[in-house]
Structure formats: C-alpha cells, structure tokens
C-alpha cells in the first residue's frame, strides 16, 4: 500500500515526486517503463533545460539527472503499469511477473509521443534509416550515427532540437520540410537553420514517397505544385506529438477529443478522484519547464487529497469549446471562495479578437484579447468566485 503511486519518470512525475516528498508524504514511487529515469529531455544534447524548476540553463541529460536526483523518492524502471481500477488499484508488469498494489492517490504522467511515418501515410518503399526525433536522439547520445545527410519532416520546436542533436552527432541534414506557409516553432529559428546550420527550411513542402532499396536513398518531395527528387540518406518525422494516454484509454477513464488526454477538472484529477494526471499526457506537448510546473502544481493538489480537503468531483463546472477554440484544459472546473484558476487552450486557426469564457446565460466569466496562432497555448485567468451558481461554461472567440 502507497500514499501515492507516479506512473513516468519524466519531468512532471519526477516534480511531483519531489514537492510530496518535501511535503512529508513516505510512501511514494514512481514508475518508469524504460530502463532510465528522466524522460525525453536525456535525450537532448543541447542546452534549454532547467531555467523554470532550477534557474540553471542545462542540457538535457543534466536536467534529467537533476530531476532525478531531487525527486527523493524510489525510481523502479523497467516497470509498466498494465491498468488502473477504482480504489486506488494498480497492475504492474516487473521483472517478477504481474503484480496488484494499491495506493491512496496515483499521478498519470506518462508524457507524449511523436506520430511515426506509419500514421502519416508516407508512401515509399521501407528502407533503413527512417526514424522518429526521440531515436534519432537516443542513437547520438550512444554514439552513433545512423546517417550523414538526412532531411528533417517538420518545423515544430522538437524539429530544431533534432537539428542541434545532427550537429551534434556530427550529421549534415540536407533540408528541414513543412508543408504550410510558415514553420511551426517561433521565428528566426528557420533563419538560424540555415545561416548557423546551413540547413534550409523549405516551406511549402510535402513529403510525397520515401526512395531506397536496403537505406534511404533519398525522398520525392512537393513544393509548391512541383515535385523533384531530393539526395539523402535518412529521414527524421518530428513533431506531431500526441499525448501518451494508453493507459488512461485502457483504464477507462474518458479523454477529452480537442486535446486527446486524460480529462482533468481544475484540481488535476481525472474522472476517479483518486486518479490525477499531469504534463504532456494532458495535451499535446509544451517545453519540458510547463511540465515540471504542471507536475508540481498536481502535486499539492494531491496533498490536499490526502487530507480530504478537495471538493467534490461533482460540483465541478464543465467547459465547452465555441466558435475558434479547439481545445481547453483543464474541462472542469471548481468554484471557490477565493484564488484564480488557469484555463489552457488552444485555437483552430490563427485568432485576433477576445477570448470570452461565459456562463450559461451568455454572460462573460473572463475574458482578454489574443492575436495567437492555433499552434501557440492561451491561458485565460478565471476568479474562482465568479464561477459560483455557474452550471456551465463555453469558452469561444468574439471577432
């Protein structure tokens, strides 16, 4: 029997790990299904990590062991967590077989995933040297390099990361594609791609067919209503993260269709009161910092549980997508007598106008201007006073 079980060692596990522990909680675990704590960020060779948790700037197999190191608490890797049932019941998967535990509280923090090619419906032929940016990564930092001159698919900020792990690993990409007008990620970075890297952006750009008999030989891409045929000998899909919520599917615990995790009220907690989740598997993915902060912040909410001074899962406000909104998180949320809630979310298209969350009489609850791209998270500051007598809530875009 645990207070509480983490199921994911990465930054948002490893945070809640750490303030529970300082919080005086004893029995806690966290629960990773690979062999090293730390999540993606032990990946990633370059610096960017840590300035919002440790106000250090470190790479990202630093900051994996400082989340490691912090956190306090046991770390059993190589353990997979096959379901979760009412009660505060867990089944695990370890090196001695099947196992049932039970804790007082357990954290979904099992992160996101990137869309491989099978997804993307590339067609081609299947040659060696097509691989996804966390691989990509993995293989670097073991010393290998899987090809010289790959073209990256994608512009997103996992996208960059995968050209500074290129050079990195000594490796030359040809070419960064994406298919729309603009990249993903924020500006200059397509600028610093090619003036630092000396890899073009090209926008515009679909992958048609992936060519090769035994490797990568190279790609048929479209570009602006032409296609040619670009050399490499690799190719990298970044991006396109979905949140990894297997185990809440399979746990029957309901997912939210705009951000397609775990639907979480403004306590973090899931459609079972004793199930919380946070980080990446709540949405699609935010910097590794959000994570952290997120992971922290569910944790005092656990704490609060513990001590069964959270409101009920009933009493909570449920929240609409209108007009422009493609997604919200958290879905529900509890008034209170005092402090502010934050509402997440993210748009359709590009958006200028007022983002008005409003009760059931059209009234507005919050509400500020945004000029935001859909890619860009919103966070719309809500007083949990207002929301008292409020049976419900549509959060949507006025022109």
Known sequence: MYDVLIVGAGPAGLSAARVLKRAGVEKIAVLERTREPGGLPRYCGHLGFGMLD?????????????????????????????????????????????????????????????????????????????????????????????????????????????????????????????????????????VLAAMVYGTPVLLNTRLVSILGGERVEGVDIEQDGERRTLACDGVVFTGKFVPDAILARTSGLPLDSGTRGPAIDSTFRTQDPQVFAAGNVLRAVEHSGQASLEGRAAARMILRALEGRLPDLGSAVPVTCGEGVASVWPQRLHAASRGRIVLHARMETPQRGVLRLSDQEGRAVAQRHIHVLPERRVELRVSAVALAGVSQLRLEVEK
């Open 54 to 190: 440790f106000g250090r700037m470190w790479k990202g197999p630093r900051y994996a062991r400082a989340l490691t190191e912090a956190a306090g608490v046991p770390i059993l890797t190589d353990t997979t967590v096959t379901g979760i049932e009412p009660g505060g019941v867990v089944h695990v998967s370890t090196e001695r077989g099947l196992e049932t535990w039970r804790a007082r509280a357990i954290l979904l923090a099992t992160g996101t995933r990137e869309t491989p090619r099978g997804p993307r419906l590339v067609s081609g032929t299947r040659p060696w040297g097509v691989t996804t940016t966390g691989a990509f990564q993995e293989m670097v930092m073991k010393g290998l390099r899987p090809f010289q001159h790959p073209v990256i698919i994608g512009s997103e900020l996992v996208s960059f990361s995968a050209l500074m792990t290129a050079r990195h690993g000594q490796v030359k990409p040809v070419a960064m594609i994406e298919e729309n007008a603009r990249i993903t990620g924020r500006r200059p970075a397509d």
